[in-house]
């Protein structure tokens, strides 16, 4: 009796720690197409090239999330840009099946760039020239973006992310990246996620009064979010 009440007593204390040590498991994603059911928020904060920004997650239906976002940039396609931009994204999900998720994500930012080539060094010529003045510009993202669920703790996204930008001031020019973009989103507590993006590549095409040129792009980020 004795020795059957210890093997049971070590047991039970296995499996309690075992469960300890698995994270959480997780029920919707900051960067993913898993989004949050209607009642809590999340606060989420980013860093990484060319950016760090902070946003909330605000659910508004079982299938549709809004995230108001604001950030810093220092680079753009690989030159130096200096500036911020405020908006939002709108998170739809479209389809959901077992593991898989596939939501649409439009976004719309208004840009402002203080200094850096972005704006004005290969859009106007094939030097790279920087400028010091203010630039402004609007964005829209007619994102995609799928979802799969290995494990319960750890999510895989992948997708089209298209930030497409037209500066109008001091002059027009259209920046057109179309990127590739995948990532993994870890489940640490009910309450937060810790996600990195490591793929986010492809062209951008920059169309201006000097000319079409084709650039690389890529940004590398990490982040987390945290249900309130």
Do not use: C
Request: aromatic fraction near 14%; proline fraction near 7%.
């Amino acid at each position: 009796m004795r020795k059957t009440f210890l093997l049971s007593f070590l047991s039970a204390v296995l499996v309690a720690s075992s469960a300890w040590a698995v994270p959480a498991p997780g029920d919707y994603t900051a960067q993913g197409a898993e989004l949050l059911k209607p009642g809590p928020i999340a606060v989420e904060a980013w860093a990484g090239y060319p950016e760090l920004g902070v946003g909330v997650h605000i659910p508004l239906a079982t299938n549709l999330e809004i995230v108001p976002r604001f950030s810093f940039f220092y680079g753009e396609d690989l030159f130096l840009n200096v500036g911020n931009s405020i908006g939002a994204q709108v998170k739809i999900n479209v389809m959901q099946k077992g593991i898989w998720n596939l939501a649409v994500n439009p976004g719309l930012d208004l840009v402002f760039g203080y200094w850096g080539g972005g704006y004005g060094g290969l859009a106007f010529g094939a030097s790279r020239t920087y400028h010091s003045g203010f630039s402004f510009g609007i964005r829209v993202e007619p994102d995609v973006t799928a979802t799969v669920r290995p494990l319960n703790w750890l999510a895989v996204y992948f997708g089209m992310h298209m930030p497409v930008t037209f500066w109008v001031t001091p002059g027009f020019m259209a920046r057109i990246p179309i990127l590739i973009r995948a990532g993994v989103e870890f489940t640490l507590t009910p309450k937060i996620n810790l996600w990195v993006t490591p793929i986010d590549v492809g062209p951008s095409i920059r169309a201006a009064s000097g000319g079409t040129f084709v650039w690389p792009s890529a940004s590398f980020m990490v982040g987390a979010a945290f249900k309130l």
